[in-house]
């Protein structure tokens, strides 16, 4: 196993010693406890729990949540925590999150209860943001530490911690710094204290000194261990989703129900297609439905062949396949208009191996209602009667089946069962068409198309459409109608601005939109100054919480000045400076992404419904899950499953799905892994007390909230 829950400085004999286990006994003994793969939350209503649990939820990863501000909640005893099954000792949890170090009154019976519940079972206890004190194993910041704002930090791994648990990242943990006007992270560096056996896991440099104090690091003590955190954060930040996933092979000891990996996906729409022009004056787009009939000339942006040329040495350079999203009529168009060529069309045939393909109907058609586009914003068609004129069945079905068969003849590598519609068309769109069209499922079944996109800013949910499931797209605010620099700003000024300073006023009109501009940017200098970052940051955002959903541009975003380019690099530049090699981003094509969210809706389905359950004894881990569940879990490497290796590999670990037929699964850690320690009762490591409350702030040192600035 690449990484250990333990220093850099502890052997696997001192591990044994340290936990008070025979040596090479671990797996066999008899005497071994049950412990539950389950997590315990103890929360204080605060961010940094919260984020905890997100990270969990992401995962697919069991955990139970106290709420200490609610009044009826549970007690934490001797029998909440522990109890025996079929003559065993079980713990019923194998970690667990405290708010901090200790959030219970002086002399509290639920703090002794879970230190004694920690020691007798091993299992780790993370502070999730705690005060730098010696209670938790560093000296007060006052010492020649620092209290204050660390937003734009670049903290770093630590030697141990990249031998540890955060053996994942290349080293560096920037802190965001996303507005000068909002304190986004809060956080206590201090050095360990006199004769604490802590280890710092990452480190930030003490403001005015040479030295650095410690973020993250392990306190060890009494027989128990602790992940003290002393910044604050929340689930959308930065420097929590680098840290997140260390955080919980710290605390699972790298055996836990559910896995994260991070996915990016890039679909380009309109591909062989034209797209319109924003114009400038108008302040709307010729030739589509948001410029009145008649008025501006269409100028429309299409790739050439020197674009395609550039998108396969992109590729080639990023280890990145892009999706190609086409429409055939834009290049039978192109034909008719020009003799018969279509430079473009040929190198993309030519190429055609270079990228996947997926099917954008053949013409681009709305596929919802009929449209009025006489007024802005347009409407749907009605009949005498008042109900809605729906595109038809066949013609739906013909859009389809036309661009798969010219997709066929040109040779493109498809998958029939894949398909985009032109603007998620025939799907709902709110408020015009609030429901789908009734045709829409039965022409997907008559073609068999069972995979569907959908724009996450408005159905995000996945969902059944006839016989398809829907995959979400995020859409990149990199938009689909400039080519240059100054007409993508123009646009977005023109969105995001004021009526006073020459814009739309949608903010006016709607002030929770958080995009909007205090001032235009400037036309030469907004689009890399602003939107890049902007849009960067939320993509990776996207990747960093493990979310596999695909991202879509379209064509004229790769041709003319090519702006989609600064973004991606952005993304997949920034990615690969935080994360080792052995945490690659994971491309799927949109029907494995489909796959993946499918599977994770019907996991997570069972844990809420508690139909799931998993637990170690020594080496063996069992996992039981309803009848056509796939089972999740992460694992140490060398796992098996019936005597077959476990998973794939990712990040120091194996994780993977298992289908279940109901019955138990049982895997087999490696004898290298740690596992839980054999019950002593308290009695090898004297008597349980439970650590003193948390001192208070020295006066003058805030304590603010978590940052709440989030992508």
């Keep these: 196993m690449k990484r250990t829950i333990r220093t850099t400085a502890l052997t696997v004999g001192a591990l044994v010693a340290a936990l008070g286990l025979p040596a090479g006994a671990a797996h066999a003994d008899a005497t071994a406890p049950r412990v539950d793969l389950r997590t315990l939350i103890v929360s204080d209503g605060g961010p940094a729990t919260d984020a905890i649990a997100a990270e969990l939820d992401t995962a697919g990863t069991p955990y139970t949540k106290i709420d200490l501000t609610q009044s009826g909640r549970p007690v934490i005893d001797a029998a909440f925590l522990a109890d025996t099954v079929d003559g065993r000792p079980r713990a019923k949890y194998q970690a667990v999150v405290l708010p901090n170090d200790n959030p219970f009154p002086a002399g509290s019976a639920e703090m002794t209860a879970l230190a004694s519940y920690e020691q007798t079972y091993s299992v780790p206890q993370v502070d999730a943001y705690t005060y730098a004190r010696p209670e938790a194993g560093l000296q007060y910041p006052t010492a020649g530490g620092y209290s204050g704002s ?193 430079l473009l069309a040929d190198k993309l045939i030519a190429d055609r191996s270079k990228f996947r393909w997926v099917n954008h109907t053949y013409t681009h058609a709305f596929l919802g209602c009929q449209q009025d586009v006489t007024v802005v914003p347009w409407k749907c068609d009605t009949n005498a009667d008042g109900s809605t004129k729906w595109v038809s069945r066949q013609d739906i079905s013909d859009e389809i089946a036309l661009n798969r068969v010219w997709g066929q003849s040109a040779g493109l590598p498809l998958q029939n069962d894949e398909l985009v519609t032109g603007e998620h068309s025939g799907l709902r769109i709110s408020p015009q068409q609030p429901a789908d069209n009734p045709n829409l499922g039965p022409a997907l079944a008559d073609n068999g198309v069972t995979w569907i996109a959908s724009d996450n800013s408005r159905d995000p949910a996945q969902r059944q459409v ?166 999740t879990a992460t694992l140490p490497a060398g796992t098996t499953l019936n005597g077959a290796a476990f998973g794939t590999s990712y990040a120091g670990a194996v994780s993977g799905w298992t289908p279940s037929a109901g019955q138990p699964l049982t895997l087999t850690v490696p004898s290298s892994a740690p596992a839980p320690a054999a019950v002593h009762g308290g009695a090898g490591h004297g008597p349980v007390t439970a650590p003193a409350p948390r001192t208070r702030v020295p006066s003058g040192v805030s304590r603010p909230a978590a940052g709440t600035t989030a992508s």
């Design 150 to 342: 660390i937003d734009g930090v670049q903290a770093e791994v630590t030697a141990a911690g990249k031998a540890g648990p955060f053996g994942y990242l290349k080293g560096a943990v920037p802190f965001e710094d996303n507005s000068p006007t909002v304190g986004e992270s809060y956080a206590y560096l201090a050095q360990p204290a006199p004769g604490a056996d802590f280890t710092p896991y990452v480190e930030a440099p003490i403001p005015g000194g040479s030295t650095s104090g410690s973020l993250v690091g392990e306190y060890r003590h009494d027989g128990r261990r602790e992940l003290v955190v002393t910044f604050v954060y929340n689930q959308y930040q930065e420097q929590f989703r680098l840290l997140a996933r260390g955080i919980v092979e710290w605390m699972t000891g790298g055996v836990h129900l559910g896995a994260t990996r991070n996915y990016f996906a890039v679909h380009v729409d309109d591909v062989f297609a034209a797209d319109d022009r924003w114009d400038t004056q108008l302040n709307c787009t010729p030739g589509d439905v948001d410029c009145p009939v008649g008025e501006g000339t269409p100028d429309p942006i299409r790739m050439t062949p020197a674009d395609v040329d550039y998108a396969t040495a992109w590729e080639q350079q990023h280890g990145f396949t892009l999706d190609l999203v086409y429409n055939g009529a834009g290049s039978v168009d192109q034909r008719s208009d020009d003799n018969g060529v279509d």
């Design 466 to 631: 006839g016989p398809a499931t829907t995959v979400s797209r995020y859409p990149m605010n990199v938009f689909y109608n400039a080519g240059h620099a100054s007409e993508q700003v123009d646009e977005y000024n023109w969105i995001y601005t004021s009526r006073a300073q020459g814009g739309s006023g949608i903010c006016e009109d709607n002030p929770a939109t958080t995009t909007c501009l205090p001032a235009p940017l400037d036309t030469a200098t907004g689009y890399s100054g602003h939107i890049v970052p902007l849009e960067t940051r939320i993509a990776l955002g996207h990747v960093l919480a493990g979310d596999p959903k695909p991202h879509f541009i379209h064509q004229s975003n790769l041709a003319e000045d090519r702006l989609a380019y600064p973004v991606l690099n952005g993304v997949l530049d920034g990615y690969h400076a935080l994360f080792t090699d052995d945490a690659p981003l994971v491309n799927l094509r949109m029907k494995d992404i489909g796959v993946e969210l499918k599977r994770r809706a019907a996991w997570q389905t069972a844990v809420q419904a508690g139909q799931v359950s998993a637990y170690r004894i020594g080496g063996t881990v069992t996992v039981t899950a309803p009848s056509g569940v796939a089972v």
